[in-house]
């Protein structure tokens, strides 16, 4: 006997992620899906995020990591409310995964959640969690060739950060093709070339973070 | 591995056909998803061979067609398929004005053969 289905495998995380954001709705928190290779820069780029922007919003963290409470530990360094979610194997965040975070937050006194994922180019863009934008890095070192290559994240992105700018030179990182190939993917792309490291670039980032989020503030709550 | 995560998703899915018309064997599972979904054939094989070593979706086979990415090229106006190799140069005419169109289908499940 044959049955017709038709049903998308991740209806179920996405009821889950959609519930998620009509919370964030109304508590008016903008939520950040930061995702990138392992090393490309996801924990210094939070860091300077969070030390530009503090005075002028309040904001969390969720660490996203196989293992280990590395991350978390920096960020509670800056004196900022984190929670470390140990996937414990799985290579991406899920809605479900940051449902059980909430419990953790004082959202009344939150404005900007920046939820860090599992460092990995693939899995983390096909899971929602419930965030305003995802933003993704690409460090210089790790290649031009990769928005060809892992085309879903790119496509997924609001945002695109081209981190350790200041190493191209030394990487023969090929600007202008990683630029080409990302707005193939996706033409509305917004990239930002920036350096974490001696924070060249970073301005224009957190203009546009500040810009988000005071129109999400004063939207009425809508995404 | 987020084939394990769509695995045990697609297995919900599957328990609840199962309690709502009364079937109790599985014996092929047809999928479609997008090129640029990143999901990976043989992962999947290999987590839900891992997920059913008994219950009603053990032996069973899973089917899974690729659907095709597709991009414009804005030179010659023409759609193409890529094929692997560099998607953002148009084949026709060698252009690098392009737009990727379709391939980002999520994972589905179609049909199922059951007894």
Known sequence: MKINVVKNILDANNRIANDNRAFFDEKKVFVLNLMSSPGAGKTSLVEKTIMALRERFQIGVIEGDIQDSYDAERIAKLDIPVVQINTGGACHLDGNMIKETLPNFDFANLDLLITENVGNLVCPAEFKIGENAKIMILSTPEGADKPAKYPLMFAESSVLLINKIDLAPYVDFNLAKARHDAHAINPELQIFEVSCKDENGLDKWFSWLAQAIEDFQQGGGKG | MHELSLIQSLLTIIEEHAKQHGFNKVNQINLSCGRLSSVEPQALDFAFKAL?????????????????????CFACNQEYESKGTNPTTCPHCRGDQVMVTSGWQELQLLELDVD
Do not use: E, N, V
């Not at chain 2, 059913?52 to 414009?72: E, F, V, W, Y």
């Open chain 2, 52 to 72: 059913t070593p008994s219950g009603i979706c053990a032996g069973a086979r899973l089917d899974l067609t690729i659907l095709p990415m597709k991009i414009h």
